[in-house]
């Protein structure tokens, strides 16, 4: 069974600060989709970013990026001159692109931001 | 506008006293899906549907029912509900491909509380 580990409770940054976010994650296949979601205090869902495991460039988002290591089944998110607003707790997902639709969570990480 | 609806978003209600938790798409999607959020877990699957009468279990069923007799809507049904039941329930909603990292929209949360 797959499985997403996130190692870090909490996180702080100072605003305009760049702050990693860990994730790891294990499985036996070798097509998958990994995510990344922010839930600010409304508790919506928002996707931040994705990346397709086939896909050897790492993906962007403006401010957000990520450093995807398939080998070694990691997949960190970089949030780049960190705004108030981007305190939120942070899950990393996984989910295949063979077998399931389910969507597998990690336990999340809260990031706070410093003014 | 595209979007997920869950209908109540806050419920507070006594063991034993069966509810109902509405979710409600517009976007025509095959697949729909229940998650609910603990702390430290963060969100795991209950139930998901990848058609109208298809449904399966998730991860953590104990204690829930479902149905999809129509497209667009996917409730949870809490027959008996216990204390231990006490979350933050997402329903989720995607189109049924398996090409390319097909988006999930979550809806925005019922935070259910079973005294």
């Known amino acids: 069974a797959q499985t997403v580990t996130q190692s870090q409770p909490e996180m702080s940054v100072q605003e305009a600060e760049t702050v990693t976010l860990s994730c790891t994650y294990d499985?036996?296949?070798?097509?998958?989709?990994l995510f990344w979601y922010k839930q600010p205090p409304s508790r919506q869902m928002i996707l931040v970013i994705r990346q397709e495991a086939y896909k050897q460039q790492n993906a962007t988002e403006n401010r957000f990026s990520v450093n995807f290591q398939k080998a070694a089944k990691s997949f960190s998110l970089k949030i780049s001159d960190s705004q108030l607003g981007d305190a939120a707790m942070y899950f990393c997902a996984y989910r295949s692109a063979i077998s399931s639709y389910k969507l597998i969570f990690g336990s999340g990480t809260r990031l706070l931001v410093r003014p | 506008e595209a979007q997920v609806t869950q209908n109540p978003r806050y419920l507070i209600t006594v063991t034993g006293k069966k509810l109902t938790v509405t979710c409600s798409q517009n976007m025509n999607h095959e697949y729909m899906s229940w998650y609910r959020q603990d702390p430290g877990l963060g969100l795991r699957q209950i139930y998901y549907?990848?058609?109208?009468?298809?449904?399966d279990k998730g991860d953590v069923p104990e204690g829930y029912k479902v149905s999809r007799k129509e497209k667009r809507n996917f409730p949870l049904i809490l027959e008996s509900p216990s204390p231990n039941q006490t979350s933050l329930y997402f329903c989720?909603?995607?189109?049924?491909?398996?090409?390319?990292?097909?988006?999930?929209?979550f809806g925005p949360g019922t935070r259910l509380t079973v005294t």
């Open positions: 499985t036996s296949e070798s097509d998958y989709y």
């Open positions: 989720a909603s995607s189109p049924l491909i398996w090409t390319g990292a097909g988006e999930q929209y």
């Open positions: 549907s990848m058609n109208v009468e298809v449904t």
